[in-house]
């Protein structure tokens, strides 16, 4: 045991970036406590900060690497391991092509600088068109509107929260989640700060949500109905002759298509489709525009639903019109010390969308990744191209893709799969190879995506805390040495901190942020308040905000003709939900996190629950087209009627993680089709699946 020493460094875990402190004495961790000083977080932590410790010393943790021998794992030694994983993959490419090799990139990923930087190198050494990630779970939606209207998929509007006066949620449980394109620690206090300046804040959401009840307003709406709310306040705007761009006025092309293309989107039409009353959705839009600022911020609830293209859109559309785009209390756009949209410029580029189709069913690429709903297909569909071997990287999609158990049996069938992973999982234990990744406390850590999206600029940079267990490389060189075995390189590219020297003076701070000054300053740095930029960024052709693409325009019958499914069968709409103390599919071996009842449930409205004979607390089974589950009911009135709602990161069943958590959980994605997308996006629609409830 060694000094106490402490460390200011920031979560990784989700996307809101908090600023900790951790005091240790180089073996182990003696707290963890948020830094009061953070810029962006002020204070705020969740439990699952505390738990980064227990992801560390975690038993179930793999710490070698492991090869699957007559069906199971053995470690083996690092040079054997990435013999063995060239060997393989080459051999399947030789016989199947480079597209016989696909690749799945998940979440954390995002949240590891060193993945993200050494990745890209991975893939191209592969050469595989066959590439997907958690993004088409996730987020596609949003790229796809920038792409169409601003010409760059990475130029996201970030929703000023700390100066808007009235701030529109649709789909979103920021006081859960923290923020979703939208880093915003502590949101619960950011509402208590919107009202206590006079403003306002509606959530939108067919669950009464831990957001909902601490906003100034909520009201139910029907699953998948969010674009007909979203254009009837464009249409009712129009209406009154309340557009003003404000200070984008000249810089907007398309106006009177959008008029146009709004026409038949009523209030009154509206009122029909979501079930809130048209006089309540005219004043909504009166309201928001004549606010003196006004954000409307739709995100998971209508990104991944089957309109989440046109939500994306319209959401955009409707803070333009009402000049609250770019603007201060509006949609504004970041300038982070790591400039991700410039280093990804396309500017002069021509570029068709989507960039290609999918090779069975003709889905849609963007951002060079297929729809992780496709994935399943193209295992399984003979023929060239067919994936015959799986690279997935932090990644477990046989829970979280849709329709996930038809994923985990094309997983069974592959020549060959190899994971980098930190646990045997419902995934993992389908790999023939599994290397062992690191845990946020043995890495440095810049959050290279995230700044992208805050609501406030700021930088930070730590090292590792903790070398590597057994002496094992840290993960991004684990990716950086497999591709010089695949590229037949004898050495490996620049450290994560080389890398991020290199890129910080070519960013928006490049004067005062460095590595050096982030090290000197020893804490998360403020570059302050967003400020008003995006004409000077456009990458559309004509360097205009487009604002009625016409690949929008053109799905508007589709929505129109829209009627919830009337199936007698699946009389009821499932929806998904976040926790507090879950991220994802990973954190089900922290005993902190999992403690207490199980959370695991399926939410329904008391009428619904006494129609079909469901007792608060007894188990049901909840059917879909795909799969049946069973679990405990809630009775509860925090549901929409008609609508059941259950949570997603469920579900372990196989494997070394989840033995912890007291009882059996089930997986919503065993019950989500893959059928069901986004058609523009191709981004899954997890939301408005049909089922039945019965009691068993
Ligand atoms: N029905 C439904 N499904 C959903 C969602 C939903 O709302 N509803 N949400 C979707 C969303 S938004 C997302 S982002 C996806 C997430 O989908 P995924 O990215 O596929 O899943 P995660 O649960 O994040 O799993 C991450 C994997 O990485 C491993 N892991 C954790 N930390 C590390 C690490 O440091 N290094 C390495 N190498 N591995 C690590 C874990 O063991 C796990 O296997 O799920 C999607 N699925
Ligand atoms: N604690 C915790 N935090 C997390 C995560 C986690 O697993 N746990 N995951 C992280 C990740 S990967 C992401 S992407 C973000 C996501 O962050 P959010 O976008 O905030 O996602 P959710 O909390 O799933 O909230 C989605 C909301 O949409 C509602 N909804 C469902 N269908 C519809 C619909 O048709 N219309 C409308 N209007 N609403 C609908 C749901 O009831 C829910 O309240 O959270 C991140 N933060
Ligand atoms: S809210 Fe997210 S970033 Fe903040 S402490 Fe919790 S998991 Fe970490
Ligand atoms: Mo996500």
């Not at 060193?114 to 595989?128: C, D, F, R, S, Y």
């Amino acid at each position: 045991m060694g000094d106490v020493q402490t460390q200011h460094r920031t979560c990784n875990i989700c996307e809101a970036m908090c600023g900790l402190i951790v005091e240790h004495d180089g073996e182990n961790v003696l707290s963890i406590k948020p830094d009061v000083n953070d810029p962006l977080s002020r204070g705020h932590i969740c439990p699952k900060a505390v738990a980064l410790q227990d992801f560390r010393t975690d038993p179930d943790r793999i710490t070698a690497p492991m090869l699957k021998v007559d069906g199971v794992f053995q470690e083996i030694t690092w040079d054997e391991a990435y013999d063995i994983a060239t060997e393989k993959l080459r051999a399947v490419q030789e016989v199947h092509g480079r597209d016989g090799v696909g690749v799945y990139l998940g979440n954390p990923n995002a949240h590891k600088f060193g993945n993200l930087l050494n990745l890209p190198a991975l893939v191209k050494a592969l050469g595989t068109k066959n590439r997907y990630s958690s993004a088409t779970a996730d987020q596609i939606p949003h790229h796809v509107a920038s792409i169409h209207m601003l010409g760059h998929p990475m130029l996201i509007p970030v929703p000023d929260v700390e100066r808007t006066d009235f701030m529109l949620i649709i789909g979103g449980n920021p006081v859960v989640s923290n923020g979703s394109m939208m880093t915003a620690p502590g949101f619960g206090k950011r509402i208590d700060e919107i009202k206590s300046r006079g403003g306002c804040v509606v959530v939108i959401d067919p669950r009464r949500t831990e957001t909902a009840e601490k906003a100034s307003d909520h009201l139910f709406i029907r699953p998948e109905t969010d674009a007909f709310l979203m254009l009837a306040l464009i249409h009712e705007v129009f209406a009154a002759g309340l557009v003003d761009l404000g200070a984008l006025a000249g810089k907007v092309t398309g106006l009177e298509a959008l008029q146009e293309a709004v026409t038949p989107f009523t209030p009154d039409l509206a009122a029909k489709r979501t079930g809130i009353p048209a006089n309540i959705i005219r004043q909504l839009a009166r309201d928001f525009a004549t606010s003196p600022s006004a954000v409307c911020y739709a995100r998971m609830g209508a990104s991944t639903q089957s309109f989440g293209s046109l939500c994306q859109w319209a959401n955009n559309a409707l803070n333009i019109i009402t000049g609250n785009f770019d603007h201060e209390g509006g949609a504004m756009f970041t300038t982070p010390a790591l400039d991700y949209v410039g280093m990804t410029s396309r500017k002069g580029q021509e570029r068709t969308y989507p960039e290609r189709r999918s090779r069975v069913s003709g889905q849609p690429l963007y951002n060079g990744e297929f729809p992780v709903s496709v994935m399943a297909q193209e295992m399984e569909t003979p023929g060239e191209g067919q994936i015959k071997a799986l690279v997935c990287v932090a990644g477990n999609p046989v829970l979280t893709a849709p329709n996930g158990r038809r994923i985990e049996q094309c997983l069974e069938g592959l020549d060959f799969m190899l994971a980098i992973d930190i646990h045997v999982n419902d995934t993992t234990r389908h790999a023939d190879l599994i290397l062992p990744g690191t845990v946020a406390l043995e890495e440095d850590i810049y959050d290279m995506v995230f700044h992208s999206f805050a609501v406030r600029n700021t930088a930070a940079y730590a090292p590792a805390i903790f070398a590597p267990p057994k002496g094992n490389p840290k993960e991004w060189e684990v990716i950086a040495r497999l591709t010089a075995r695949l590229t037949g390189a004898n050495q490996i590219g620049p450290s994560p901190e080389q890398f991020l020297s290199m890129l910080l003076p070519q960013g928006y701070h490049g004067d005062t942020v460095s590595v050096a000054a982030l090290l000197e300053a020893g804490q998360s740095v403020d570059l302050g308040p967003l400020v008003p930029n995006v004409t000077t960024r456009l990458e559309t052709s004509d360097a205009m905000i487009h604002v009625a693409p016409d690949v929008f325009v053109e799905d508007l019958p589709r929505l129109l003709n829209f009627a919830p499914a009337q199936d007698q069968s699946y009389p009821l709409q499932m929806i998904g939900r976040r926790q507090v103390r879950s991220h994802n599919s990973w954190t089900q071996n922290s005993p902190r996190l999992v403690k207490g009842r199980n959370r695991c449930t399926v939410e329904i409205h008391p009428e619904d629950a006494a129609r079909l004979g469901v007792t608060d607390g007894s188990d049901v089974q909840v059917r879909s087209r795909v799969g049946d589950v069973i679990m405990p009911a809630e009775v509860t009135d925090v549901m929409a009627l008609g609508v059941v709602s259950i949570p997603q990161g469920w579900g372990q069943k196989n494997g070394n993680i989840g033995a912890a958590s007291a009882q059996p959980t089930t997986s919503i994605n065993d019950l989500t089709d893959d059928r069901r997308i986004d058609p523009i996006s191709g981004n899954a629609a997890f939301n408005g699946v049909a089922v039945s409830v019965t009691p068993v």
